[in-house]
């Protein structure tokens, strides 16, 4: 299984302010997808946004955008002018383009918006 | 509206006794998987079906088996439950292997205590 880490489990940030959270993986594959999902109080998880790693243009959906630099293995999230709303566990997620159709998930970062 | 559908919300069984979640969906996607989520912890994939191929995870307990009977039911079995598994088990979905908007779609999860 590929390994996922998300170093922060808890993020805060103010109303308005930006946040970034960092997502590294590990894989010997070459082509691969990304993700970010959010999971609300809710529970039901949604997803943010996706990033195919033959694209070097980093995936951008209104106010969430990614920095993924594939030589690091790195994959972080920007959210700009955060909202209340976007208060909830965020998961980074790993799937291989070509073998299997496992997704594996990180651990989780845990995001606070301080109104 | 298509959508990934759990039922019960929440289910509450006793130790030993066993239980079946269910999950179904309306997207016809070839992909389902059962997840289990423990508090503040990643998503474990546990199995998935790509279409009636039943795919295990090798860390999978034998605790716990599926049935995909047709492509829009899943189900998820557990023959004798123990505290530990008392947990939040998410079903999704996704396309197949490879397709160009490759996402999951997840359901609301089933919340499941062990007495």
């Known amino acids: 299984a590929q390994t996922v880490t998300q170093s922060q489990p808890e993020m805060s940030v103010q109303e308005a302010e930006t946040v970034t959270l960092s997502c590294t993986y590990d894989?010997?594959?070459?082509?691969?997808?990304l993700f970010w999902y959010k999971q609300p109080p809710s529970r039901q998880m949604i997803l943010v946004i996706r990033?195919?790693?033959?694209?070097?243009q980093n995936a951008t959906e209104n106010r969430f955008s990614v920095n993924f630099q594939k030589a690091a293995k790195s994959f972080s999230l920007k959210i700009s002018d955060s909202q209340l709303g976007d208060a909830a566990m965020y998961f980074c997620?790993?799937?291989?383009?070509?073998?299997?159709?496992?997704?594996?998930f990180g651990t989780g970062t845990s995001l606070t918006v301080i109104p | 509206d298509a959508m990934v559908i759990q039922n019960p919300r929440y289910q509450v069984t006793q130790f030993g006794k066993p239980v079946t979640l269910s999950c179904s969906q309306t997207?016809?996607?070839?992909?389902m998987y059962w997840y289990q989520q423990k508090s503040s912890q990643a998503p474990k994939l546990l199995f998935h079906?790509?279409?009636?191929?039943?795919?295990n995870e090798a860390d999978t307990p034998d605790n716990f088996q599926s049935r995909r009977p047709n492509t829009s039911f899943c189900f998820l079995d557990i023959r004798s439950p123990g505290l530990g598994d008392a947990a939040m088990y998410l079903c999704?979905?996704?396309?197949?292997?490879?397709?160009?908007?490759?996402?999951?779609?997840f359901g609301s999860g089933t919340q499941l205590s062990v007495l």
């Open positions: 999704a979905t996704s396309k197949f292997a490879g397709a160009t908007n490759e996402k999951l779609f």
């Open positions: 894989t010997s594959e070459s082509d691969y997808y």
């Open positions: 990033q195919e790693a033959y694209k070097q």
């Open positions: 997620a790993y799937r291989s383009f070509f073998t299997g159709n496992q997704f594996y």
């Open positions: 997207l016809n996607h070839n992909v």
């Open positions: 079906y790509y279409d009636k191929d039943f795919n």
